[in-house]
């Protein structure tokens, strides 16, 4: 069984930072890339970030590039988001997922997360 699980999520005024976590269980985790997606109101699952299998941490939205760093552990299987400078159109729930060859397109992954929550207040 392949389990991702989100944390970290909550409340947070607009210019505040949160750290998002993504504990991975299975021994796959250092052969995949990881990304984070996130729902936003009114909009379709979008792509944020992705971190290589071997740590690269490329591409990201541009809505978010230069304020969201991702990351990750492959000893604890481990991936994060560290969201700084957030603003209220951030607001969404936020998705982990891993995929052999993940890139920007949802179906280039094949785990999924169940989400945690994002909100950003003005």
């Known amino acids: 069984q392949v389990h991702l699980v989100e944390s970290g999520g909550g409340l947070v005024q607009a210019g505040g930072s949160l750290r998002l976590s993504c504990e991975v269980s299975g021994s796959f985790f250092s052969g995949y890339n990881m990304g984070w997606f996130r729902r936003t109101p009114g909009k379709e699952r979008e792509f944020v970030a992705r971190?290589?299998?071997?740590?690269?941490?490329?591409p990201y939205a541009s809505s978010v590039k230069g304020r969201f760093t991702i990351s990750r552990d492959n000893a604890n299987t481990v991936v994060y988001l560290q969201m700084n400078s957030l603003k209220p159109e951030d607001t969404g729930v936020y998705y982990c997922?891993?995929?052999?060859?993940?890139?920007?397109?949802?179906?280039?992954?094949?785990?999924w997360g169940q989400g945690t929550q994002v909100t950003v207040s003005s």
């Open positions: 971190i290589t299998r071997t740590g690269v941490s490329a």
């Open positions: 997922a891993a995929g052999r060859d993940g890139m920007w397109r949802t179906d280039s992954y094949t785990y």
